[in-house]
């Protein structure tokens, strides 16, 4: 009788808590289980995924938000080759003719460049815009062509300055390349090999603090830079001007080269120094003017002018006839030591040639140099190149 009641009582039990179980939430246990190896340190299937999904969606947006802010520099140049001389058959005592070169006309995309404000200022490498007697243009991502009115050129670093008349652009964000760390995310857009488009590829920093020769396959140009960006992110010819992307979608850096002798092996100019040459140009009321001196010179370092009983400075090789310098009276084998105040060395911001950038156009500058053991100042007024 006992046993009877007992197993009365043990079935009401289970029926009241099936009745119970379907009245609470319903849990997914899957979805439980997945949380709780996570939590102990596992990895599973599902959690890579999201991870992948993520990183993916990171990537688009940046590109998404980024691609009207790049641009293509294509080059417009006509070129005539050196012709031959030709036996000229109506003249009765022989003799040769001239026939003159084939011209030819070369309209091609050579590089990449972005936007940094809304009016038409657009940033790339020098060496894309090296060649001063072409004409340049620029195709944006919505492929409206527009022609390269001014440019600027960076007389120590390879970056330029690019003017052309638009308004209502999208600007690129600026980022710090101080904060750039080894590992983190980097996108590169351009257009490699003067042919694709809106050419994305993806990578991680991969080095800091390197330096490089770059140059263009297409110019000729080359230009020797310290204190660059590695990347593994793919870049080719052609992408050279284009921005280096962060994960935010700031420019990081400028693509600038490849290293010919490895794979995924690129080099991107910091856009730190970008935000100095803006700065350099803002200062000079944003002209497209460049001031020049007129001189070639040789920079002797401290050391070296210790050894040859000489002063620190530039010293000059020779004068170009007419030019501010021969104005002035400079001559050659002065070495300049002090320009606007500022003593002349080597490298950086106290080179002389980034010196006479940081001024204007028709600004008279104070230059203290050293003739034959003598100290002079004189006076310059600085001109426009041409």
Request: glycine share 12%; net charge negative; charged share 20%.
């Amino acid at each position: 009788m006992k046993r009877l009641i007992f197993l009365i009582a043990f079935t009401i039990l289970v029926l009241s808590v099936g009745q119970t179980y379907h009245l609470l939430p319903q849990i997914n246990l899957e979805q439980y289980f997945n949380k709780t190896t996570t939590k102990v340190g596992g990895l599973t299937g599902k959690i890579e995924k999201q991870n992948v999904v993520y990183e993916e969606s990171v990537v688009t947006k940046v590109i998404e938000e980024s691609l009207p802010s790049v641009v293509t520099v294509g080059i417009v140049k006509t070129t005539q080759n050196s012709g031959f001389l030709q036996i000229d058959p109506f003249n009765p005592f022989g003799g040769f003719k001239q026939i003159p070169g084939q011209k030819t006309k070369i309209d091609q995309n050579i590089g990449s460049g972005f936007i940094i404000s809304s009016d038409g200022l657009i940033i790339t490498n020098k060496h894309v815009v090296s060649d001063i007697e072409a004409g340049y243009k620029i195709l944006t991502n919505d492929e409206k062509k527009y022609e390269v009115e001014k440019i600027y050129r960076d007389p120590l670093n390879d970056l330029a300055i690019l003017k052309i008349n638009a308004s209502g652009l999208k600007a690129l964000p600026l980022g710090d390349s101080s904060a750039v760390k080894l590992g983190q995310i980097a996108i590169a857009i351009g257009t490699p090999l003067g042919e694709f488009t809106n050419t994305v590829t993806t990578g991680i920093i991969s080095g800091l603090g390197r330096g490089i020769t770059a140059g263009s396959p297409f110019e000729g140009a080359v230009e020797k830079l310290d204190n660059v960006i590695q990347t593994d992110a793919a870049i080719s010819p052609g992408n050279s001007g284009g921005p280096l992307l962060n994960s935010k979608g700031q420019v990081v850096g400028v693509n600038a080269a490849i290293a010919q002798d490895g794979q995924n092996i690129g080099f991107a100019i910091p856009v730190n120094v970008v935000k100095d040459l803006i700065d350099s140009f803002n200062k000079r009321g944003g002209s497209f003017d460049i001031p020049y001196l007129g001189i070639r010179y040789q920079i002797l370092d401290l050391k070296t002018a210790i050894a040859n009983e000489l002063v620190e400075g530039a010293y000059v090789q020779s004068i170009v006839e007419g030019s501010p310098a021969e104005k002035a009276g400079i001559k050659e084998e002065d070495i300049i030591t002090e320009f606007g105040g500022v003593k002349v060395k080597s490298g950086g911001k106290e080179e002389l040639n980034i010196l006479i950038s940081e001024h204007k156009v028709g600004e008279t500058v104070k230059v203290k140099l050293w003739r034959n053991g003598e100290v002079k100042e004189i006076n310059v007024t600085l001109e426009a190149y041409k």
